[in-house]
DNA sequence: TTCATACTTCGACCGTAACCGAAGCATCTT
DNA sequence: AAGATGCTTCGGTTACGGTCGAAGTATGAA
């Protein structure tokens, strides 16, 4: 009845099993066919359908039709921030799905989230940045210093043209897996496409793991020391 | 099915429209017995307590009971940022509540967000902030510079006892009525807290409005000049 | 054209949960 | 002690939405 966003919406799309399911596959940040997303929310296609129609015309999908195929991303990257956002609050209110079996440990240790590099290895990499001088941290205000760039420009990655409007460089994104920050923004990004380009890691076909090769997995700690 | 944070149960949290209605007026900051979050969301107290009980269970509401009232507050700030970001984000898709009648146009002047000022003065002032050089911004990145320490001391703020580790000194939040950012963090909390000390301002008795005095809107407005 | 694949729409079923009336506790007042 | 107020629990109704089978549409392959 009041004025205002209308909270109640979103949180509804959120709020369904197969829907949250759909768009935790989704967090790998690459697009999925109807199938799909049906295959990985466990229900029939004709449900998926009626669920991806809905994700769509609230504003969290965004579908592009190629031949036969329908392909489904995230929205963009404010519907990703706030999948993540969801996330770290479940995580940080012991909200679980817990698979007490064999758990997945790839998982565990490095996997895509959204678009940047998040268990971990992702806290590894943040801690170390922030451990060295080259990110800041106020609370899980991240800010990137001068030596950080300079670093990072070794890297062969150049902070100035990440630099946008529309998305932070750096920000932090609870894991749920860790119970710690990890790097998102435009710079954890562009990171975790540095390592998949230069073939340190690929990502794995099945999940969000992210599989790193025994020589990127060198290159990577020996950047990237444990405190 | 699969591992990870239990998104739907906090999304169904969220998503019935009694229980945002509830959560809308907690947006207020203040405390609320569960028969006016009853009266606020429209349903009767038995319904009320019900989804109270649930939202307390799911750790996003925190309650004390003092003689036969029991009290409700958003469980802590994580709560309270997750809803300004579900907030911002359905504003950003165009869900809006509109009630095209007599709209409250105090409310959109200036009203509480959790424990900070939003509205057109909250955006007003971070953009002046952000102007003069005391705030940079890097997208939604905010960070105090030392121009802005200085200038907050002699209004009487000291920024270094508002740096905490588990809250970032300041914070964008997304402004469902101006489509913008205003300042939120633990400096925002402590600038609403000055205005209404120091007498510049009051909060309305029935809704988050923030009514300013003459004499306090004229000081506001000389201090934060528009763009 | 004919068949196969990918997806949507329709219709019907069904379970969950939102809802309220009534009754039950707890706390304060007199 | 008796009454009033604030809130919860119980029981029963109802409606909404998730689900799938079957049929319909679109695109590609043979």
Redesign the pocket.
């Known amino acids: 009845m009041k004025e205002g966003p209308d909270i109640a919406r979103i949180g509804?799309l959120f709020g369904?099993?197969?829907r949250a399911n759909m768009l935790t596959a989704l967090m790998g940040g690459q697009a999925l066919?109807?199938?799909e997303l049906a295959q990985a929310a466990g229900?029939?296609?004709?449900?998926?359908?009626?669920?991806?129609?809905?994700l769509e015309e609230g504003g969290i999908l965004a579908q592009r039709k190629q031949?036969?195929?329908?392909y489904f991303t995230l929205a963009d990257a404010a519907a990703g921030t706030l999948l993540e956002n969801i996330m770290g609050f479940a995580a940080s209110r012991g909200h679980l799905r817990h698979r007490p079996g064999p758990k997945d440990p790839a998982l565990r240790k490095a996997r895509v989230c959204y678009d940047h590099l998040a268990g971990d290895y992702g806290v590894r990499m943040l801690d170390s940045f922030v451990a060295r001088g080259a990110i800041e941290s106020d609370g899980d205000n991240l800010t990137m210093t001068e030596d950080g760039r300079a670093e990072l420009g070794t890297l062969g990655i150049d902070v100035a043209s990440l630099t946008s409007n529309r998305r932070p460089l750096c920000k932090s994104c609870l894991d749920w897996s860790e119970r710690r920050s990890h790097l998102a923004g435009t710079l954890g990004k562009a990171l975790l496409a540095h390592f998949l380009e230069n073939g340190w890691a690929r990502r794995s076909d099945e999940s969000r793991a992210v599989l790193f090769t025994p020589d990127g997995e060198r290159k990577f700690l020996s950047l990237f020391p444990a405190g």
């Open positions: 509804m369904d099993p197969a066919t109807a199938t229900v029939t296609v004709q449900t998926a359908s009626s669920h991806l129609s809905k031949g036969r195929h329908r």
